[in-house]
């Protein structure tokens, strides 16, 4: 299995801060990536696909980027309602894997 | 509109078994590939099973042998049979949809509860 690992886990930052997650896969998966947006009690929402396809409706301050086995998603100035958890997941393989999260918090 | 309804979570003893549904409404299920993907409290992601648009299946290895996915076209609906449940199992289960192999997990359903415990 491929094997994503997010970093860092948790994320201490302020209203208008720029944020960037990282996303590392154990081998390639080329451009075969997605970032969703989960907030307690709330089922996952995708943001990002092919690494750096916004969503339809996803604002703009959201972006991905890399390829390969090193992914990143930055939020340009982060909003009140952007704190929440965001995982990774690559949909290279037949068995598709999702990163460990990371917790994007007020600062 | 796309949508999709969970259901048919509960409380659970070890050993026993349960059925969870996902209705679709606004597409027909045999056009996506359908997924249950779950969570445990207070953890991440994990993928269950998929059912492929021709009928195939696939498992994740931790419910391989205990869970069973499966569609009935007429009712536009997929299921969850699980069996042989674990305290390990505990978890929301939210039903999810592809439009290919190569795509993101794009609707999910709102979750339904699982918990196993004595």
């Known amino acids: 299995d491929i094997q994503m690992t997010q970093s860092p886990s948790t994320l201490s930052a302020s209203v208008g801060d720029r944020v960037t997650i990282t996303c590392r896969a154990s081998q390639s998966i080329v451009s075969w990536l997605a970032w969703y947006q989960q907030k307690p009690g709330k089922a996952p929402k995708l943001l990002i696909y092919k690494a750096s396809t916004l969503e339809t409706g996803v604002p703009s301050r959201f972006s991905g980027g890399g390829s390969g086995t090193e992914f990143t998603l930055t939020i340009s100035s982060l909003q009140p309602d952007d704190f929440a958890t965001y995982y990774c997941?690559?949909?290279?393989?037949?068995?598709?894997?999702f990163g460990q999260g990371t917790k994007v918090e007020i600062k | 509109e796309v949508q999709v309804v969970e259901s048919g979570g509960a409380f659970v003893q070890p050993g026993g078994s349960l059925r969870l549904s996902c209705a679709a409404s606004?597409?027909?299920?045999?056009?996506?590939?359908m997924n249950w993907v779950r969570q445990a409290p207070g953890k991440g992601l994990e993928w269950v099973s998929v059912?492929?648009?021709?009928?195939?299946?696939k498992y994740a290895d931790s419910v391989k042998g205990r869970f069973t996915i499966s569609r009935d076209n007429s009712k536009n609906t997929i299921y969850l049979q699980m069996n042989s449940l674990r305290t390990d199992d505990t978890a929301v289960y939210y039903c999810?949809?592809?439009?290919?192999?190569?795509?993101?997990?794009?609707?999910w359903g709102q979750g339904t509860q699982v918990t196993v415990s004595s």
């Open positions: 606004g597409f027909t299920v045999s056009t996506k590939y």
């Open positions: 999810t949809t592809k439009d290919l192999l190569l795509a993101p997990f794009d609707n």
């Open positions: 059912i492929y648009t021709g009928g195939s299946t």
């Open positions: 997941q690559q949909y290279n393989s037949l068995l598709w894997t």
